[in-house]
């Protein structure tokens, strides 16, 4: 691994979850980050605080990723104020609501593709010309999902989708960027109980059976998500580009 101190990192999506998992292991590894959030500021601003406490810097920045207004001033604000972006985490994604196939009308379509591939798109669109900056190398990780692989659990057509387009597109923005030394990889992570995501979209009952059929035989933790992506982020001037790794206790081996 790469020494990550004095590395400029943006996380989307930081307020919680996986995504505050990634922003504070970045920063307990010696990043300056900048947290995007869109629900929670007093969460955010915690976030910010744990970096500052860690000795980097941090500030926190409002946007709605699915509003390309949005999107540009963010990574603007961002860029701004880390000095460039070495590191680029696309978290942002929900299923938003279980919809089965005769339920699904144009404007939901458009809305979950909106959050999980839109809003991806255009924030990596944005920080391009900051991240080729980067002599020595720069790091974009997009969050994926094991529904992505194998279709995800019944309601989640539109969101399982969306999540297996994020591989692809990770693995077409790697053979583009890759010239520029930037590297693309993605996580897909099963699983993931004490985020927002599974105590909105998954019962206990329906956890507890999927547990079951996990071969390591527990659920993962947002932990587990960050210490895979800061190490991605680490391998900076690295050779793993184009690769998702599965984070799911076996479920899924690719």
């Not at 995800?152 to 077409?172: N, Q």
Request: hydrophobic content about 40%; some cysteine; overall charge negative.
């Amino acid at each position: 691994m790469g020494s990550l101190k004095g590395k400029k990192a943006l996380v989307t999506g930081a307020e919680q979850g996986i995504g505050q998992a990634v922003a504070n292991l970045l920063a307990e590894n010696g990043c300056d980050v900048a947290i995007h959030y869109y629900a929670s500021r007093e969460m955010a601003e915690e976030n910010a605080n744990f970096t500052r406490s860690k000795g980097g810097r941090s500030d926190i920045f409002h946007a709605d990723l699915t509003k390309e207004e949005d999107a540009v001033a963010m990574v603007s604000a961002a860029a701004q104020f880390l000095g460039g972006i070495d590191i680029l985490v696309n978290n942002v994604g929900d299923l938003v609501k279980r919809k089965f196939l005769g339920e699904i009308d144009m404007d939901f379509w458009k809305r979950v593709y909106d959050i999980n591939v839109t809003s991806a798109m255009m924030v990596t669109r944005e920080a391009l010309p900051y991240l080729e900056k980067n002599s020595d190398g720069a790091s974009i990780i997009n969050l994926a999902s094991l529904a992505g692989r194998k279709g995800g659990h019944p309601g989640s057509l539109v969101y399982s989708t969306c999540k297996g387009a994020i591989l692809t597109w990770t693995r077409a923005l790697s053979n583009e960027l890759s010239p520029k030394g930037i590297r693309v990889n993605a996580v897909a992570p099963g699983l993931i109980l004490g985020t927002k995501f599974h105590a909105t979209h998954t019962t206990k009952e329906s956890a507890d059976e999927t547990i079951k059929g996990i071969p390591l035989g527990r659920a993962g933790n947002p932990e587990d998500v960050a210490r895979t992506i800061v190490f991605l982020a680490s391998e900076y001037d690295g050779f793993i580009t184009g690769a998702t790794i599965d984070i799911n206790g076996g479920v899924y081996c690719a």
